[in-house]
């Protein structure tokens, strides 16, 4: 019996059935996401969600804003108190580095402390915004000028101050703390 030689295709077409597997339940090529992906693509869509839903919130209830500008500004030495008005309807000065609070609601403070780095006393260097005597930020490296503050919600009758540790650890004329009123988280109703 003689052999009749194979065409190319005929070649072709039997090498591929001997690689073909015998179960072939998916696309050659297509993989199934991995777990990473489905927890990137989740999160993904959370978030989305959740800025969708704040955007909702703030556009639906917005939040009253300050009723005229609130600003105040201690330092650097030798000014004392600078306020737009005599008197802002938000804060009262009350001594040096220290005001009390009239008007519930979000603030900025802001501020820069200059260490005197010539300062060789006993007491460690330590500066702390405070309010109602309880520390909200403490500052301890006297080696660099840094800054005061942060966004804070203060209720009125809450007494805010500006204290070191001891009366020569700053330089007073290079360092200075400002409060302003952002704005009034009630609601409107």
């Keep these: 019996m003689e052999k009749t030689p194979l065409s190319f295709l005929q070649t ?3 090498s591929h059935m ?3 597997p015998l179960s072939h339940s998916s696309l050659q090529g297509a993989q199934r996401p991995s777990w990473k992906q489905w927890l990137f693509y989740s999160t993904v869509i959370i978030v989305l969600l959740l800025c969708s839903f704040s955007a909702l919130i703030f556009t639906f209830l ?5 009723q005229g500008p609130c600003v ?3 330092g650097p030495l030798p000014s004392k108190w600078q306020m737009p008005s005599p008197e802002p309807s938000c804060v009262n000065k009350t001594a040096d580095w220290r005001l009390k609070i009239l008007q519930n609601g ?4 802001y ?3 200059a260490p005197n780095t010539a300062y060789k006393g006993r007491a460690p260097f330590e500066v702390q915004l405070r309010k109602n005597e309880d520390p909200i930020q403490a500052l301890t490296n006297n080696s660099m000028i840094q800054n005061v503050g942060g966004a804070y919600e203060f209720h009125a009758g809450d007494v805010i101050d500006l204290i070191f540790n001891a009366e020569h650890q700053v330089l007073k004329n290079k360092t200075y703390w400002g409060i302003f009123l952002l ?3 009630q609601f409107i109703s």
């Design 183 to 185: 704005t009034n988280p």
């Design 12 to 14: 072709m077409s039997l």
């Design 18 to 20: 001997e690689n073909m």
């Design 111 to 113: 501020g820069q402390v």
């Design 72 to 74: 105040a500004k201690f």
């Design 62 to 66: 917005p939040l009253k804003t300050a």
């Design 106 to 109: 979000l603030y900025l403070i």
